[in-house]
């Protein structure tokens, strides 16, 4: 019998999420909450802060990212040089838009979220961004993530994933058995 009841390879495995940013409804702060928490892997029954179980994250269509309010007149974007003097550049979220694209914008706010330890570089590497629909990541994506909370058609409980990671991962155990 298994003395760890539940953390099994089939948990710990990394799903891709796609999220197309130009469709969804959400505003950026909300988009990168859900965004972080799927990095993060919090979603996943045995998440624990010192595991890095998160899952992979596409954010497709990120030059149609929707801010409130005036942010991008106001919002503004922080760094230093190290140069003692004149080291001190800021730029405004629509500078920063029109430099950088959307997604630079939406990697920074999803930077912010994560916790500030030595897995933040880790996970925010596993945030593939891009500026239109079209992304190299096709044959990885195991589910669409249409709304955050709410079922949607194309939104895959995670019953249903862990179903298709197990049929996945039996179909692999018969072609390795297969070649034996």
């Known amino acids: 019998m298994s003395q760890v009841i539940g953390r099994t390879n089939l948990a710990f495995s990394r799903a891709w999420h796609v999220v197309n940013v130009g469709a969804d409804s959400r505003s950026l702060g909300r988009l990168a909450t859900s965004i972080a928490v799927t990095l993060m892997g919090k979603h996943k029954p ?47 979220m629509e500078r920063v838009l029109e430099k950088f694209g959307g997604g630079e914008v939406l990697r920074r706010a999803v930077s912010g979220m994560l916790p500030k330890n030595r897995l933040r570089d ?54 390795t058995n297969a070649l034996v």
Not at 71 to 89: A, C, E, L, S
Not at 131 to 146: F, Q, R, S
Not at 147 to 163: C, H, M, T, W
């Open 46 to 92: 045995v998440y624990h802060p010192s595991n890095d179980c998160g899952d992979y994250v596409v954010a497709i269509g990120c030059n149609d990212l929707r801010v409130t309010g005036n942010k991008k007149d106001q919002k503004m974007y922080y760094k230093h040089t190290t140069r003692p003097g004149k080291g001190f550049k800021q730029m405004n």
């Open 122 to 175: 880790v996970r925010l590497a596993r945030l593939k961004v891009f500026e239109g629909v079209h992304h190299p990541y096709k044959k990885n994506i195991l589910m669409m993530e249409a709304r955050s909370n709410r079922k949607g058609p194309n939104v895959l409980q995670y019953g249903q994933i862990e179903a298709q990671m197990r049929n996945m991962v039996d179909k692999a155990n018969e072609q």
